[in-house]
């Protein structure tokens, strides 16, 4: 969330500039909202010090007091629910506007406008036509899509023999990494989160109907930075305990309903999925460096699998509403012949922080600042499954697992069809 005074200076000037991220965004109507509830607040003002004047007159009132503190009564009730009015209007605007881009990230309206900072490996030359993942898995007896969709329907998978215990493996091995060389603090939070917890991450009103919803009213997590981020909503930290590194597993849920029609094939986009998260909160001052870092820290682990990937950073009109910088790494995928999306790592400033009510104290006394938020994927486990079977396949069918992840698959090295 942007501060009212922010908005109250820059509501034109966001519109004017950045109409691919702010138009229909509420700011449009937002000027206009405050200067009437401003107007409301200035004459409710007036209407109040007028009522003190005269019942701070010595002696019986006169009629016509009498007869004006009256009206003064039914005015100072109509303006007040004029300004309340006003505030519920600005507010529901306010929960609509997205974060404000940093200078550092590109002007334009879709991802064609995204920009590659840095590639890493040599996409793999194949002297065979490589197979994409949903012809490889079902050839392994890994993947089931068929199975998958009688069970529960479209956008699901059924994991079986060596693709499940691939699973645990990366889980693990992300987990390991993360906590052992890069300082997470493991958490294991709950799955199911009520709608402050979304409200403080973003996620609510905005996005919705992206939710799975239980009849009790809990949602299902779309990822961790959820629970994560929400463990010290409406807490003050203390300077010294910053920065807060957090690392995560949860199973995430999507309804993917902004995605029709976008990788319906396969295991790119599904219902559910793993995932790896981590998570920091930080001094205002130190995020952009904990961005490189946390960015750093999701690229090791492709890295470490020998996976390819670049890192693109995100345009105004592609970047996600909560965020003020985002990395996108995409891996290449050769048998869909494509780079795909498999870590998002980003940035929210004190936007997040502001809605979820997350702050710190610099020293004994001082007024608390709002915290920065930042997380990232480290990694997907279905994405990451996806990029392996691709890029380390075999002309004969078969898969190589990637040397780092052997240790956790009890010496297996390849992936065959039993």
């Known amino acids: 969330m942007l501060p009212r005074e922010f908005l109250r200076e820059n509501a034109a000037r966001l519109l004017r500039e950045m109409p691919e991220r702010f138009g229909g965004s509420g700011l449009e109507t937002y000027t206009d909202l405050d200067a009437e509830r401003r107007d409301a607040v200035t004459r409710l003002e007036e209407k109040r010090r007028r009522r003190n004047d005269i019942s701070s007159l010595r002696?019986?009132?006169?009629?016509?007091?009498?007869?004006?503190?009256?009206?003064?009564?039914?005015?100072?009730?109509?303006?007040?629910?004029?300004?309340?009015?006003?505030?519920?209007?600005?507010?529901?605007?306010?929960?609509q506007v997205p974060n404000v881009p940093q200078d550092t990230v590109p002007r334009g309206t879709d991802e064609s406008?995204?920009?590659?900072?840095?590639?890493?490996?040599?996409?793999?030359?194949?002297?065979?036509?490589?197979?994409?993942?949903?012809?490889?898995?079902?050839?392994?007896?890994?993947?089931?899509?068929?199975?998958?969709?009688?069970?529960?329907g479209a956008r699901f998978t059924v994991l079986s023999g060596a693709a499940a215990r691939l699973s645990r493996a990366l889980i693990q091995f992300f987990l390991d990494v993360h906590v052992e060389e890069h300082?997470?603090?493991?958490?294991?939070?709950?799955?199911l989160v009520n709608a402050d917890s979304l409200y403080g991450t973003g996620q609510l009103p905005k996005f919705e109907s992206d939710?799975?919803?239980?009849?009790?009213?809990?949602?299902?997590?779309?990822?961790?930075?959820?629970?994560?981020?929400?463990?010290?909503?409406?807490?003050?930290?203390?300077t010294?305990?910053?920065?807060?590194l957090y690392t995560a597993y949860t199973p995430c849920f999507r309804s993917e309903a902004g995605a029709a029609g976008r990788d319906t094939r396969g295991m790119i986009r599904q219902h559910q999925f793993d995932k790896?998260?981590?998570?920091?909160?930080?001094?205002?001052?130190?995020?952009?460096?904990?961005?490189?870092?946390?960015?750093?820290?999701?690229?090791?682990?492709?890295?470490?699998?020998?996976?390819?990937?670049r890192v693109v950073t995100l345009c105004t009109g592609d970047l996600g509403f909560a965020s003020s910088k985002t990395y996108d790494l995409e891996v290449w995928l050769p048998g869909m012949k494509a780079w795909k999306e498999i870590s998002s790592c980003s940035n929210f400033e004190s936007f997040q922080a502001r809605r979820a009510s997350i702050r710190f104290r610099r020293a004994e006394g001082d007024k608390p600042d709002f915290v920065h938020t930042l997380n990232g994927s480290g990694l997907p486990v279905g994405r990451t499954i996806v990029a392996i079977l691709e890029n380390y396949q075999r002309v004969d069918g078969s898969v190589e697992i990637p040397e780092a992840l052997r240790p956790y698959m009890r010496g297996l090295t390849e992936i065959r069809r039993p």
């Open 183 to 191: 300082g997470y603090r493991e958490v294991l939070p709950p799955f």
């Open 113 to 152: 406008a995204n920009r590659v900072e840095r590639t890493w490996g040599e996409p793999r030359r194949f002297d065979f036509e490589p197979q994409a993942h949903w012809d490889l898995g079902p050839a392994l007896g890994i993947l089931d899509f068929e199975r998958a969709a009688k069970i529960a």
């Open 240 to 244: 010294e305990e910053l920065p807060r």
């Open 276 to 309: 790896v998260e981590i998570v920091m909160f930080v001094r205002p001052e130190d995020s952009a460096a904990a961005h490189e870092t946390l960015t750093g820290h999701a690229e090791e682990m492709l890295q470490r699998l020998g996976l390819p990937y």
């Open 211 to 238: 939710l799975f919803q239980t009849r009790e009213g809990y949602y299902l997590v779309p990822t961790a930075e959820v629970p994560v981020t929400n463990l010290h909503r409406d807490e003050i930290l203390r």
């Open 59 to 95: 002696g019986k009132p006169d009629p016509a007091a009498l007869a004006e503190m009256k009206t003064l009564k039914e005015e100072i009730r109509a303006l007040e629910e004029r300004v309340e009015e006003a505030d519920r209007k600005l507010a529901a605007v306010e929960k």
